[in-house]
């Protein structure tokens, strides 16, 4: 399906196209990418020619620029595209007046000195397959630059200037056509017409040639374009702008794959959802509980790398020597710090893949739920009675080690503690629970110990111990097994033994007490596992989501949306869940909904005379007025309170029995 949505969307671009050069098949991006820059930045070399811009001074091309100027040039810039500066024209179309002068004065400052922004010489370029060619030659491309709004809108003004001087003064023949006021494409093919025409009752020969120049994008000779404009009388200020403009030009390749993504994405989520086609991108997320799909694979790319990073000398991206087989691009790497330093984490903190030989050599023993003391349904008295006396009986001549970990919303912290010794320390915070259980056995495998032949730890985290038998756990697991494989050198036995939590027993309690009292002044321990990362990661996309639709013009009118995962197990079937979406986001089908968009001459309600849209049906419309007070008598709400389509919908999405009877026929 993605891919019939994908050939409907876009069907001249093709993410996974070959590129062959010289004899060779190129499929990186980034090679792509510069390949086409290189093709199509390549000029034909012209001899250089020397020019005075000073000839006989023309005042109407070169007066000063006026502010009735840029506000025209402004009103006839169309919305297309913006350029590398991303500033798009709608920017430009709400300055005030006294923004409109600023600006003005700046373009008067570029024409008198043309010293002109870098951006405005910066073009996007996107390639476009010619129709019925080889896309795999790099010359079966057309390219589409996008330039600067504000280059294009400061180049209506001289284009102005220079159209009406040629056509004023005659400069132009009678025979051109292109790019001039009452002379079009119909025009030349009307008088083409007629000259057949006339050819044939005069019983004579026509004859017309057609000319392509090949390779013509960006190869015009600017120095001969120059110099035949200063000799029909273009000459001063604008013509020394036109020749600074058109040189230096700077192009680069638009990698337009990842927008495709978000493209299909949204087409796909409408037609599952059921929401129409005009429904804005931000609440059609948001209602998806979804990540645009370009944001989740870079997301997926981050992940990967991460892994990887955690894998060490055990990845494919590292050589035996330890150092990279592969790196990332500057710009990639940037991003990746620039994500670690956002979680307060170093590349170096992350928990390195240990040798597996060790790992699956280890002879500790692990109890789990084999002892009596480990029935949790026990009383706490009893919990506590029947540990002291497995102590006394099975491990009366081990060293016992309690550990715990404390997690609030600001600090994650490890204690452990034994009958000589205890330690209590802070982990980085974005460890789970799962992560500083495993943590603090290593920590007290490390700290504790004096010698002892038998050690005995205590933890109340049963998946950790759990784990531990399983060669496929996490990277902090495999950790542990590594250092219990170490510690065993220097002990003739390793125990681990689950404890209920929080049962009254003295050594958890202790253990316990430490954890909680670490506080923003104690060490911290910088390690963190990449399993950790990752999932942070994924709520981060999550929050942000839900952020980006907060921070939008949509969340006031709104509010509160429910995403569709949230409400579907309430509703009964499909056309419920359509029904709902609509309502939620406004986009259930009414008059005024299709005059909005140019779908509908009048939107207003037949009884009440005004705009008949889904907030106005629901809470007002009198044509309605006897169903809706029924509905509110089933809902048990009181609709006199309800001044808002926003405070309606967020009682209706409140509870389960309420949106399960909120149906509309």
């Given at each position: 399906?993605?891919n019939?949505?994908?050939?409907?969307?876009?069907q001249?671009?093709?993410?996974?196209?070959?590129?062959?050069?010289?004899?060779?098949?190129?499929?990186?991006?980034?090679?792509?990418?510069?390949?086409?820059?290189?093709?199509?930045?390549?000029?034909?070399?012209?001899?250089?020619?020397?020019?005075d811009?000073?000839?006989?001074?023309?005042?109407?091309?070169?007066?000063?620029?006026?502010?009735?100027?840029?506000?025209?040039?402004?009103?006839?810039?169309?919305?297309?595209?913006?350029?590398?500066?991303n500033?798009?024209?709608?920017?430009?179309?709400?300055?005030?007046?006294?923004?409109?002068?600023?600006?003005?004065?700046?373009?008067?400052?570029?024409f008198?000195?043309?010293?002109i922004?870098?951006?405005?010489?910066?073009?996007?370029?996107i390639?476009?397959?010619?129709?019925?060619?080889?896309?795999?030659?790099?010359?079966?491309?057309?390219?589409?630059?996008?330039?600067?709004?504000?280059?294009?809108?400061?180049?209506?003004?001289?284009?102005?200037?220079?159209?009406?001087?040629?056509?004023?003064?005659?400069?132009?023949?009678?025979?051109?056509?292109?790019?001039?006021?009452l002379?079009?494409?119909?025009?030349?093919?009307?008088?083409?017409?007629?000259?057949?025409?006339?050819?044939h009752?005069?019983?004579?020969?026509?004859i017309?040639?057609?000319?392509?120049?090949?390779?013509?994008?960006?190869?015009?000779?600017?120095?001969?374009?120059?110099?035949?404009?200063?000799?029909?009388?273009?000459?001063?200020?604008i013509?020394?702008?036109i020749?600074?403009?058109?040189?230096?030009?700077?192009?680069?390749?638009?990698?337009?794959?990842?927008?495709?993504?978000?493209?299909?994405?949204?087409?796909?989520?409408?037609?599952?959802?059921?929401?129409?086609?005009?429904?804005?991108?931000?609440?059609?997320?948001?209602?998806?509980?979804?990540?645009?799909?370009?944001?989740?694979?870079?997301?997926?790319?981050?992940?990967?790398?991460?892994?990887?990073?955690?894998?060490?000398?055990?990845?494919?991206?590292?050589r035996?020597?330890?150092?990279?087989?592969?790196?990332?691009?500057?710009?990639?790497?940037?991003?990746?710090?620039?994500?670690?330093?956002?979680?307060?984490?170093?590349?170096?903190?992350?928990?390195?893949?240990?040798?597996?030989?060790?790992?699956l050599?280890?002879k500790?023993?692990?109890?789990?739920?084999?002892?009596?003391?480990?029935?949790?349904?026990?009383?706490?008295?009893?919990?506590?009675?029947?540990?002291e006396?497995?102590?006394?009986?099975?491990?009366?001549?081990?060293?016992?080690?309690?550990?715990d970990?404390?997690?609030?919303?600001?600090?994650?912290?490890?204690?452990g503690?034994?009958?000589?010794?205890?330690?209590?320390?802070?982990l980085?915070?974005?460890?789970?629970?799962?992560?500083a259980?495993?943590?603090?056995?290593?920590?007290?495998?490390?700290?504790?110990?004096?010698g002892?032949?038998?050690?005995?730890?205590l933890?109340d985290?049963?998946?950790?111990?759990?784990?531990?038998?399983?060669?496929?756990s996490?990277?902090?697991?495999?950790?542990?097994?590594?250092?219990?494989?170490?510690?065993?050198?220097f002990?003739?036995?390793?125990?681990?033994?689950?404890?209920?939590?929080?049962?009254?027993?003295?050594?958890?309690?202790?253990?316990?007490?430490?954890?909680?009292?670490?506080?923003?002044?104690?060490?911290?321990?910088?390690?963190?596992?990449?399993?950790?990362?990752?999932?942070q990661?994924?709520?981060?996309?999550?929050?942000?989501?839900d952020?980006?639709?907060?921070?939008?013009?949509?969340?006031?009118?709104?509010?509160?949306?429910?995403?569709?995962?949230?409400?579907?197990?309430?509703?009964?079937?499909?056309?419920?869940?359509?029904?709902?979406?609509?309502?939620?986001?406004?986009?259930?089908?009414?008059?005024?909904?299709?005059?909005?968009?140019?779908?509908?001459?009048?939107?207003?309600?037949?009884?009440?005379?005004?705009?008949?849209?889904?907030?106005?049906?629901?809470?007002?419309?009198?044509?309605?007025?006897?169903?809706?007070?029924?509905?509110?008598?089933?809902?048990?709400?009181?609709?006199?309170?309800?001044?808002?389509?926003?405070s309606?919908?967020?009682?209706?999405?409140?509870?389960?029995?309420?949106?399960?009877?909120?149906?509309?026929?």
């Open positions: 399906m993605l019939k949505i994908s050939n409907h969307v876009s001249d671009t093709n993410t996974s196209i070959l590129i062959i050069h010289n004899n060779r098949i190129i499929s990186n991006p980034q090679r792509q990418s510069n390949l086409f820059v290189n093709f199509f930045a390549l000029r034909i070399q012209h001899e250089p020619i020397p020019l811009y000073n000839g006989v001074y023309n005042s109407n091309l070169n007066h000063p620029i006026q502010i009735q100027e840029t506000i025209k040039a402004i009103q006839n810039t169309k919305n297309s595209t913006p350029g590398a500066d500033i798009p024209a709608a920017w430009f179309k709400r300055l005030n007046n006294q923004q409109v002068h600023t600006l003005t004065a700046s373009f008067q400052e570029i008198i000195t043309t010293n922004p870098q951006q405005w010489k910066h073009s996007l370029i390639p476009i397959p010619k129709p019925s060619k080889d896309k795999t030659i790099i010359s079966s491309y057309r390219p589409i630059a996008l330039t600067s709004v504000g280059a294009k809108i400061f180049e209506r003004i001289p284009t102005k200037r220079i159209s009406t001087f040629l056509l004023t003064q005659k400069k132009i023949p009678h025979f051109v056509h292109g790019f001039l006021p002379r079009d494409n119909q025009l030349a093919i009307y008088k083409i017409q007629s000259n057949i025409l006339e050819s009752q005069r019983k004579d020969f026509f017309g040639i057609n000319l392509d120049i090949k390779s013509a994008y960006d190869s015009v000779y600017i120095d001969g374009l120059i110099q035949k404009c200063l000799h029909i009388g273009i000459t001063g200020y013509v020394k702008f020749h600074q403009f058109l040189q230096d030009r700077v192009l680069q390749w638009s990698a337009t794959h990842l927008k495709i993504c978000d493209v299909i994405q949204t087409t796909a989520l409408r037609t599952a959802i059921g929401l129409p086609i005009w429904t804005p991108n931000i609440i059609l997320l948001k209602l998806a509980a979804q990540e645009t799909l370009s944001g989740k694979i870079k997301r997926l790319a981050t992940q990967f790398f991460l892994k990887h990073i955690a894998y060490g000398a055990h990845s494919p991206l590292y035996n020597d330890g150092t990279q087989s592969v790196k990332l691009t500057n710009k990639d790497s940037s991003a990746l710090d620039q994500l670690l330093s956002d979680f307060n984490i170093g590349i170096d903190h992350i928990i390195k893949f240990p040798n597996t030989c060790d790992c050599n280890i500790c023993k692990i109890h789990l739920q084999s002892l009596m003391f480990q029935n949790k349904s026990l009383p706490k008295t009893t919990i506590e009675s029947l540990f006396d497995t102590i006394r009986i099975n491990f009366s001549n081990f060293f016992l080690i309690a550990t970990t404390s997690k609030s919303q600001q600090i994650t912290s490890i204690a503690t034994s009958i000589t010794n205890s330690f209590a320390y802070r980085q915070h974005i460890n789970s629970i799962f992560s259980e495993a943590l603090v056995l290593c920590q007290a495998l490390d700290e504790l110990p004096n002892e032949d038998n050690l005995l730890l933890t985290n049963l998946s950790v111990l759990q784990a531990n038998l399983s060669i496929k996490h990277k902090v697991i495999l950790r542990l097994a590594a250092k219990i494989a170490t510690r065993e050198k002990h003739e036995n390793i125990d681990l033994l689950w404890t209920p939590g929080h049962a009254g027993m003295k050594w958890n309690e202790k253990a316990d007490t430490l954890a909680r009292r670490v506080s923003e002044s104690d060490l911290n321990i910088q390690w963190v596992t990449a399993e950790d990362i990752i999932t990661l994924k709520v981060h996309s999550g929050n942000q989501t952020a980006t639709y907060r921070e939008s013009k949509y969340y006031a009118t709104l509010g509160y949306i429910p995403s569709i995962q949230t409400t579907a197990p309430w509703l009964k079937n499909r056309r419920e869940d359509i029904i709902i979406a609509r309502i939620i986001s406004r986009m259930i089908i009414t008059s005024a909904l299709l005059h909005r968009f140019g779908l509908n001459d009048n939107p207003l309600c037949s009884m009440c005379k005004c705009d008949n849209s889904i907030e106005h049906i629901l809470l007002y419309c009198r044509k309605y007025s006897l169903i809706r007070q029924s509905l509110c008598r089933h809902l048990n709400i009181n609709l006199a309170v309800l001044s808002t389509f926003k309606f919908i967020s009682i209706i999405c409140s509870s389960q029995p309420l949106l399960k009877f909120f149906d509309i026929f």
